[in-house]
């Protein structure tokens, strides 16, 4: 198969959460360690730092990368979702992952994916490693998919687990109170081993805690340090900045120090091609991608939206099944023209679904582009457009 073959295989072939929901996701690690014994791969031989959390691990995750690059290493990143192209999501210091390699990577191994009936992400991590190991990186940060304790990516030993913080998301699958998610997200902590939580919270920081004392691990709560390095404009970034502050200062590496920090914050964009989180295309009218797309994420945005100036205040939203999308649209500015749509997955909310949520009518049209071309002829230059609540419409829009 060539690279175009190979890429539909693995997209359409394998189940996938984010277009298959819960029917996608197989809790367990027997799978991940059956196969990465088959690759012979030995993952002891790569520094790893394990990311996980609710919101806010992509980037946590791209200003850490930026700064181990800054500090004058290869580091290697497992991140998800992609926007646009399957290989975002495997990187060394930000070059994707070659065709060439997933495709032999796949025609060599696709005997024993199909044997152990793999899922699409146990076969993307199980792939990253194979690359870092053959691209021997000096760090390499994985982000967590879905959870903690069940994830694929839980079979690592890192020299650092990182929890960003705790909300609602998934609660089908990790439960339905804040206690519950934090235990399910705590099960990456492991024994002998620091770990930085983001964000101290009254619900969850007991649980953090009493897992940690367990595994005699040492437990260090950003939010608690002051920084000097935030120097964002967007507020939730800079709790993630003050969060990648404290994962650096406790890795005890003389290379990653004040000054790679610094440049690794200024630089993150050039560095790493961060995009999806407050990712502004165009600025006359001010046109915004974010993917916001639960509670704790809208939250973040409508306190963002609270210091910006503009005339008209545009959205255009997209959910998967199974969101309260009347509750998460009740924290967007009074007045704001809302459009809707559905993405191309079958996950998707349709019309009926959407409007049966909200319990009203609503704007709609099935074509993101269509939505898009109208509103952008409509605005103002003074306007503001936000595109959010799934990362599908990324791609369908820009594409």
């Known amino acids: 198969m060539n690279y175009k073959q190979t890429e539909k295989w693995i997209l359409n072939r394998l189940p996938f959460y984010q277009s298959q929901g819960s029917k996608a996701y197989k809790p367990g690690l027997d799978n991940i360690r059956s196969f990465v014994d088959h690759l012979n791969i030995n993952i002891q031989d790569i520094k790893?730092?394990?990311?996980?959390?609710?919101?806010?691990?992509?980037?946590?995750?791209?200003?850490l990368s930026s700064i181990i690059q800054e500090?004058?290493?290869?580091?290697?990143?497992?991140?998800?979702?992609?926007?646009?192209?399957?290989?975002?999501?495997?990187?060394?210091?930000?070059?994707?992952?070659?065709?060439?390699?997933?495709?032999?990577?796949?025609?060599?191994?696709?005997?024993?994916?199909?044997?152990?009936?793999?899922?699409?992400?146990?076969?993307?991590?199980?792939?990253?490693?194979?690359?870092?190991?053959?691209?021997?990186?000096?760090?390499?940060?994985?982000?967590?998919?879905?959870?903690?304790?069940?994830?694929?990516?839980?079979?690592?030993?890192?020299?650092?687990?990182?929890?960003?913080?705790?909300?609602?998301?998934?609660?089908?699958?990790?439960?339905?109170?804040?206690?519950?998610?934090?235990?399910?997200?705590?099960?990456?902590?492991?024994?002998?081993?620091?770990?930085?939580?983001?964000?101290?919270?009254?619900?969850?920081e007991n649980v953090f805690i009493d897992i940690a004392n367990k595994n005699l691990s040492e437990i260090i709560f950003a939010s608690d340090y002051k920084s000097k390095f935030e120097n964002s404009d967007i507020e939730y970034f800079n709790k993630n900045i003050k969060?990648?502050?404290?994962?650096?200062?406790?890795?005890?590496?003389?290379?990653?120090?004040?000054?790679?920090?610094?440049?690794?914050?200024?630089?993150?964009?050039?560095?790493?091609?961060?995009?999806?989180?407050?990712?502004?295309?165009?600025?006359?009218?001010?046109?915004?991608?974010?993917?916001?797309?639960?509670?704790?994420?809208?939250?973040?945005?409508?306190?963002?939206l609270s210091v910006l100036e503009y005339d008209k205040l545009f959205f255009i939203l997209s959910f998967v099944k199974g969101k309260n999308v009347k509750k998460l649209i009740s924290y967007l500015p009074d007045k704001s023209?809302?459009?809707?749509?559905?993405?191309?997955?079958?996950?998707?909310?349709?019309?009926?679904?959407i409007e049966e949520s909200i319990g009203e009518n609503i704007n709609f049209n099935n074509n993101p582009k269509k939505i898009y071309s109208n509103i952008l002829s409509s605005a103002s230059s003074n306007d503001l457009i936000i595109i959010t609540g799934s990362n599908y419409l990324a791609k369908e829009i820009f594409s």
């Open 71 to 204: 500090s004058g290493y290869k580091v290697g990143t497992f991140t998800s979702p992609h926007f646009f192209d399957y290989r975002e999501r495997i990187k060394v210091n930000n070059n994707k992952i070659e065709k060439g390699f997933v495709s032999k990577f796949i025609s060599t191994n696709r005997d024993i994916i199909e044997k152990l009936e793999l899922t699409f992400f146990e076969l993307s991590f199980g792939m990253s490693l194979s690359y870092y190991i053959e691209k021997n990186v000096d760090y390499a940060i994985i982000e967590v998919g879905l959870g903690g304790r069940l994830d694929a990516t839980n079979i690592i030993n890192p020299i650092l687990s990182v929890i960003t913080n705790i909300s609602y998301d998934h609660t089908e699958i990790l439960g339905n109170t804040l206690k519950k998610i934090a235990f399910e997200k705590a099960g990456i902590i492991k024994k002998n081993t620091k770990v930085i939580i983001g964000e101290r919270d009254k619900y969850t």
């Open 337 to 353: 023209l809302i459009y809707f749509t559905s993405s191309n997955i079958s996950r998707s909310m349709n019309h009926f679904e």
């Open 48 to 63: 790893l730092i394990h990311v996980g959390g609710t919101n806010g691990k992509g980037s946590t995750c791209a200003y």
């Open 243 to 304: 969060t990648v502050v404290q994962i650096c200062k406790n890795l005890n590496d003389e290379k990653i120090n004040d000054n790679s920090i610094e440049k690794g914050i200024l630089n993150v964009d050039i560095n790493t091609d961060f995009y999806g989180r407050w990712t502004v295309l165009n600025n006359s009218p001010k046109i915004i991608f974010d993917s916001a797309h639960n509670e704790s994420g809208f939250i973040h945005l409508s306190k963002q």
